[in-house]
């Protein structure tokens, strides 16, 4: 149930490792109809899909767009730099491909369909066997039913509790947009108002396009006038707010879904599955979108479970390990991503605190809390902050980082074409890229245009830190992931990029999969 990046890859994942099992995903919108703008990933993911399904993962890099370095400025001429680079892609065209491939391989993908109860459930033969509503076609019992959709899950709702599901809600508000001013890099732009400060995180999620995430504390928005003005004033007002950083383009909406402010919720479930019915992804935990680990979270939900029931052959102990294992890995990134959302939920504090005279804050300082909010850091940390504030050695960073990403794109199976050379262009669309530690990782799968054909590789979870950005900087701290307001959505990982020998053919193949 749920045709995001969870539902969609789960489905993918699985019918890729035994053709044999009969897919259907379910979702209450009609296709295309997707909240939100761009989602970010870092090299880890792409490791993961061109093992997985190459054939995929090959359209999601090259539908996808490279940022380099980060931006945090504090106004005209405050500006702080980091290194760094990740990759962003619109969450509309992660979903058409996601899409696309399934039905390729013979997943039934159906839109428009509402399940909100168990009786929908049962209609659909989830409970009972064939279905029993007017024009339901007769369906065999699931052996598995996948809730993947969303943080606020209906799928979850239905049991009653089961799932011991805990939910907390942050403090500031926050607004998912687009703009048409193309930033190359990752940019945070904080702007102080005679109501308080706003900020968002920017990045480039098109040819022509860039996601804003726009975020306040809850007396700026209601100073504001944001809790009764919407729509065209809003885009106006903030607009104007975030002029400069902007350059003179503004803030735009989707007209087909249009966004609206929220408080991020945090979502636990001390069980992942009940009985046949297992979460992925944001109906089962959410990490704040500061981390930018959603998507790839979710996505990643998809391959281990796949893997797991495919492995084990059966449901019952492949859930169980997949509930065991994902909670061991995930809650440190839970922890951490409640520090990272309280940090900014201090952001005004912070910066009124340490304004001194006309010049305000130090953005070099403040852009050092923002990397260090979540844990500490090695002294000499703070002095390769200090050293990415010079140019020259930024460009040096730059060189390095792009010989790198040519290395790992060529070791991935990548084509040619979307591959930079080491000297080449530093900021091309879908270029390659990959944390420091990703050397240690095992040798890529085969390339795309065999991969239809050959077995899907086994992955297994390995301990890799999560969060974190290529070298171990802080992943940027408004990753529009799906955790913004949905289903799944990047950036670091909890950890799962080894790759052991290819997957059993000939396993036991599932009547019915829902997802």
Same mark, same amino acid.
């Given at each position: ?5 969870a539902?969609?890859?789960? /489905?993918?994942?699985a019918k ?5 099992? #009969? ?7 009609? &296709? @295309? ?8 990933? %870092?090299d ?7 093992r ?10 090259a539908?996808?767009t490279?940022w380099? #370095? ?5 106004? &005209?001429?405050r500006?702080?730099?980091?290194a ?8 509309? =065209? ?9 039905? #390729?391989l013979?997943?039934r ?9 168990? /009786?929908?459930?049962? +209609? ?16 065999p ?35 998912w947009?687009g ?19 706003? %900020?968002?995180h920017?990045y480039p ?20 006038g ?13 607009s104007?707010?975030?002029a ?6 503004g803030?735009?909406?989707?007209p087909?879904?249009p966004a609206? %402010?929220?408080?991020f ?10 009985g ?9 935990h ?7 680990s ?11 479970? =796949?893997q797991?029931?495919h492995? $084990?052959?059966?449901?019952?102990p +492949?859930?169980?390990?997949?509930? $065991? ?27 009124d605190?340490e304004?001194?005279g !006309? ?9 050092? +809390? ?6 500490d850091? &090695? ?16 460009r ?7 010989s790198?990403?040519w290395?790992? =794109? ?5 084509? !040619?074409?979307? /591959?930079?050379?080491p ?17 240690t990782? +095992?040798?890529?799968?085969?390339? !795309? ?6 077995? /899907?590789p ?7 830190d ?12 408004g ?19 080894k790759?052991?020998?290819? !997957?059993?053919?000939?396993? &036991? @193949? ?6």
């Amino acid at each position: 149930m749920g045709a995001g990046p969870a539902g969609l890859y789960f /489905a993918i994942s699985a019918k890729r490792r035994d053709a044999g099992h #009969e897919i259907t995903v379910i979702d209450r919108d009609p &296709p @295309g109809a997707t909240y939100g703008w761009g989602v970010v990933y %870092w090299d880890n993911l792409l490791d993961v899909l061109f093992r997985n399904d190459p054939v995929s993962a090959r359209e999601i890099r090259a539908a996808s767009t490279l940022w380099q #370095e980060q931006d945090i400025s504090l106004g &005209p001429g405050r500006v702080a730099h980091f290194a760094g680079y990740g990759f962003s892609v619109q969450r509309a =065209a992660l979903l058409d491909i996601l899409t696309r491939r399934a039905i #390729e391989l013979g997943i039934r993908v159906e839109h428009g369909r509402d399940v909100s109860d168990l /009786a929908d459930l049962a +209609a659909l033969g989830w409970r009972g066997g064939a279905g029993t509503r007017p024009g339901d076609e007769a369906r065999p019992t699931p052996d598995l039913v996948v809730g993947a959709d969303g943080a606020n899950s209906r799928v979850r709702s239905m049991f009653d509790g089961q799932f011991g599901t805990s939910t907390d809600v942050g403090g500031n508000q926050y607004i998912w947009l687009g703009t048409r001013r193309h930033f190359d890099r990752f940019t945070f732009a904080f702007e102080r108002t005679p109501s308080g400060w706003v %900020w968002f995180h920017a990045y480039p999620s098109g040819a022509d396009v860039s996601t804003c995430i726009v975020e306040c504390s809850p007396k700026t928005w209601e100073r504001l006038g944001f809790a009764i003005s919407s729509g065209p004033e809003m885009l106006r007002t903030l607009s104007d707010i975030f002029a400069v950083p902007l350059g003179g383009h503004g803030l735009t909406d989707n007209p087909r879904r249009p966004a609206r %402010w929220q408080r991020f919720t945090q979502v636990r479930n001390q069980h992942w599955s009940v009985g046949n019915t297992v979460l992925l992804g944001d109906a089962a935990h959410t990490t704040h979108f500061t981390l930018g680990s959603g998507t790839t979270l979710a996505m990643i939900d998809g391959v281990m479970l =796949a893997q797991m029931l495919h492995e $084990h052959g059966e449901v019952a102990p +492949a859930l169980a390990q997949f509930d $065991h294992e994902g909670h061991a890995a995930l809650e440190p990134l839970q922890a951490r991503a409640r520090t990272s959302m309280s940090w900014f939920e201090r952001v005004d504090a912070l910066l009124d605190r340490e304004a001194v005279g !006309a010049t305000g804050a130090d953005p070099v300082e403040f852009a050092y +809390a923002m990397a260090t909010r979540q844990s500490d850091q &090695p002294p000499w940390s703070y002095q390769a902050h200090r050293a990415m504030q010079v140019p020259a050695l930024r460009r040096a960073r730059r060189v390095l980082d792009t010989s790198l990403r040519w290395y790992l =794109a060529r070791r991935r199976g990548e084509p !040619a074409r979307l /591959a930079a050379g080491p000297f080449g262009p530093a900021a091309i669309p879908a270029d390659s890229a990959t944390r420091a530690d990703s050397a240690t990782r +095992a040798d890529s799968a085969t390339r !795309a245009d065999s991969a239809a054909r050959a077995e /899907a590789p086994a992955v297994t979870r390995t301990n890799t830190d999560a969060g974190r950005g290529p070298g171990g900087e802080p992943a940027p701290a408004g990753s529009a992931a799906g955790s913004a307001g949905g289903d799944g959505g990047s950036g670091g990982s909890r950890g799962f990029e080894k790759v052991s020998q290819p !997957a059993r053919t000939g396993g &036991p @193949g599932a009547r019915s999969a829902g997802s």
